[in-house]
């Protein structure tokens, strides 16, 4: 089995826009796989000009805002670094039975990979009054580049959910059988960088020998 990989534009976001960016990339990809089971629901963004399309199916937003908050968890640990979130759909097959387990693989088959890269917290400072703050920021007028900034951001992203619709729409050939298993979706699961230091590439080739997985070197 062929594992077809999307790697998306990377973004750059301020922090308080990660929530929003991630939200409208993971829910678009999610309903492009949805099995019919799902009842849509338009979602308008809260901070850009963008309606995107959720399954309006709980168990996958509660799984989808978990691991946007242990992503921005990481995120505030590990400052300065590129980010990536990668979003893989998967076939259970079961393995051939062992004196002490039955082993079940994951034969991936599509995998998406989300990247970021975080811009700092502006630092509040006291100025010489002590009754009031200023925001020192590159630039004098720091809420005019931050508006240029963020419609810049909200163009990319427009590219960023076109190019996910393009990919869809052209990558048909390696979709396995709709399984028998219960869901809105094909099977998937979103892998954030690890809490320690090392690379995300490294732990997505642990996972993958764990796994038992092979074509993901393709």
Same mark, same amino acid.
């Given at each position: +089995?062929?594992?077809?990989? @999307?790697?998306?534009?990377?973004?750059?976001?301020?922090?308080?826009? +990660?929530?929003?960016?991630?939200? @409208?990339?993971?829910?678009?990809? /999610?309903?492009?796989?949805?099995?019919?089971?799902?009842?849509?629901?338009?979602?308008?963004?809260? &901070?850009?000009?963008?309606?995107?399309?959720? @399954?309006?199916?709980?168990?996958?937003?509660?799984?989808?805002?978990?691991?946007?908050?242990?992503?921005?968890?990481?995120? !505030?640990?590990?400052?300065?670094?590129?980010?990536?979130? @990668? $979003?893989?759909?998967?076939?259970?097959?079961?393995?051939?039975?062992?004196?002490?387990?039955?082993?079940?693989?994951?034969?991936?088959?599509?995998?998406?990979?989300?990247?970021?890269?975080?811009?700092?917290?502006?630092?509040?400072?006291?100025?010489?009054?002590?009754?009031? %703050? /200023?925001?020192?920021?590159?630039?004098?007028?720091?809420?005019? !580049?931050?508006?240029?900034?963020?419609?810049?951001?909200?163009?990319? $992203?427009?590219?960023?959910?076109?190019?996910?619709? %393009?990919?869809?729409?052209?990558?048909?050939?390696?979709?396995?059988? &709709?399984?028998?298993? !219960?869901?809105?979706?094909? #099977?998937?699961?979103?892998? &954030? #960088?690890?809490?320690?230091?090392?690379?995300?590439? +490294?732990?997505?080739?642990?996972?993958?020998?764990?796994?038992?997985? #092979?074509?993901?070197?393709?």
């Amino acid at each position: +089995m062929n594992c077809e990989v @999307c790697n998306l534009k990377e973004l750059d976001v301020e922090h308080f826009e +990660m929530r929003e960016v991630l939200r @409208c990339i993971l829910h678009t990809i /999610v309903f492009h796989k949805a099995l019919g089971l799902v009842r849509p629901r338009d979602v308008d963004s809260e &901070i850009f000009e963008i309606t995107y399309v959720q @399954c309006g199916d709980s168990e996958v937003e509660k799984k989808i805002e978990e691991k946007i908050d242990q992503f921005i968890s990481w995120v !505030e640990k590990h400052p300065n670094k590129k980010s990536q979130i @990668c $979003l893989s759909f998967f076939e259970v097959k079961n393995k051939q039975a062992t004196w002490f387990t039955n082993k079940v693989e994951r034969l991936y088959w599509e995998q998406w990979h989300i990247n970021l890269n975080v811009a700092q917290h502006l630092k509040v400072h006291s100025n010489k009054s002590h009754h009031s %703050k /200023v925001v020192v920021g590159p630039g004098e007028n720091i809420m005019e !580049e931050r508006s240029v900034r963020q419609a810049a951001l909200e163009a990319s $992203l427009h590219e960023v959910l076109f190019q996910i619709i %393009k990919f869809v729409n052209e990558k048909k050939d390696h979709i396995p059988p &709709i399984p028998s298993l !219960e869901g809105v979706s094909f #099977p998937y699961e979103i892998t &954030i #960088p690890s809490s320690s230091d090392s690379s995300f590439g +490294m732990d997505m080739f642990k996972r993958m020998l764990q796994t038992g997985h #092979p074509t993901m070197l393709s």
